[in-house]
């Protein structure tokens, strides 16, 4: 019987609700960083949703839960629908053929600030920490977290010693693909 369900679960909640599957009692046994509120709204979901109910603990069961007034102990135990749906979940996501993961561009849009940073750093002689801070308005260390973040999109920037001056200067080194087109 295949049928379609709306709920999207999430990596966490797919990986528990597999693991209850596997459980002789069925029941769900919750991360260890799920705890208070999360976990409060991770189980209604479940229950909402006739994945899960909940009912009292019997010696062995884990324990999502106890009563404050009572002092009784509840458990999480999915229900045929939620065995169902687990067994019916493909087990890997396949991407679309025209869908391809897009890499970041290495080019910034025209009059953003990354785009003055990088026109900075295509000065020959470079440029300091201290200069792009100056012009930009930014601390110190937003401007090394910009520099960082220009190396993860791949951008190639090279520190190099003024002759007379203690701090570096940064200066865009251009890729080997851009020199051979130039």
């Not at 979901?45 to 007034?69: N, S, Y």
């Not at 003055?116 to 930009?136: D, H, P, W, Y």
Request: aromatic share 4%; hydrophobic share 35%.
């Amino acid at each position: 019987m295949n049928f379609k369900f709306n709920l999207k679960l999430t990596t966490t909640q797919r990986n528990m609700l597999s693991v209850a599957v596997q459980r002789g009692d069925r029941c769900i046994e919750l991360s260890p960083g799920l705890r208070g509120s999360a976990a409060r709204v991770f189980a209604a979901k479940l229950i909402d949703a006739g994945l899960a109910r909940e009912m009292r603990t019997k010696d062995g069961l884990p324990v999502w839960r106890r009563d404050q007034d009572t002092s009784q102990e509840y458990s999480l135990k999915l229900t045929a629908l939620g065995i169902r749906i687990v067994a019916e979940e493909p087990r890997s996501v396949e991407r679309p053929a025209n869908k391809s993961p897009r890499p970041a561009s290495l080019s910034p849009r025209e009059s953003s600030k990354l785009s003055q940073v990088m026109l900075m750093l295509s000065q020959e002689s470079g440029v300091t920490v201290q200069e792009i801070s100056k012009a930009m308005g930014w601390l110190p260390h937003t401007t090394r977290a910009t520099l960082t973040g220009l190396r993860k999109r791949g951008v190639h920037i090279i520190r190099l010693t003024r002759e007379g001056e203690r701090s570096s200067s940064y200066r865009i080194e251009p890729s080997p693909e851009t020199r051979q087109a130039a």
